[in-house]
């Protein structure tokens, strides 16, 4: 158990040297009030439920800090997580659902435990995987309170407050689903949470993927 969890610390970044640094994004207002069309917007970003997405990650603590890239797909409830470092320290593969999480360093080293507190159990520290689908797509998880939530121009979540977290959502990029529908959702996520940032650099998505 031991050797497990500083094997994961060790690939998410406790003991690297890199980072996603903050680069210049676009700067405008934001708004408290909601938007117009917010619950629209909301509704069907909700309804998106079946995905995959590809880009980067990084991770910092008040120790280190560390890179890596990340592939993610998502059926519904059930997911699977893929993360690469950069820097020789392997992989990690998280799979399951909002119920269990199966945490993977090799065949030797892995662990079955309840979603919430999977991380936890061995960062020290919380990270919501539950309430991360919900962040990527530009939406709060409708499962937690909301602290405080602002709005950019184009009346897209800019900033967002839950479960002690501060995110904020980055130029968002114009993607389409199966049915070419355009869908608008954010390029960059920065959250941040007493002292740890995990940054979310999103270069590829696919909307509703065939089934293999």
Known sequence: MRIFGLT???I??????????DAP???????????QHWQQHLQSISQLENWELSGKVGVVTPKQNQTGYIDWQQDHQAFSISIRGTLGFGGLDLFGDQQFV???VDENNQRTLPTDIALE??????F???SLKYWVKGIPDPNAPVSNQQFNGQGQLARLQQQGWDIRLINYERHADKDQTPVFLPHKIIARYNGHKVSLVLSEWTLNPTTK
């Open 25 to 35: 994004t676009t700067s405008s207002a934001t708004f408290s009030e909601e938007p």
């Open 102 to 104: 199966t945490i993977k």
């Open 12 to 21: 998410l970044g406790i003991s690297g040297c890199t980072s996603i640094d």
């Open 8 to 10: 994961l610390l060790l």
């Open 121 to 126: 159990r061995y960062l020290n520290w919380e």
């Open 128 to 130: 919501p995987i539950n």
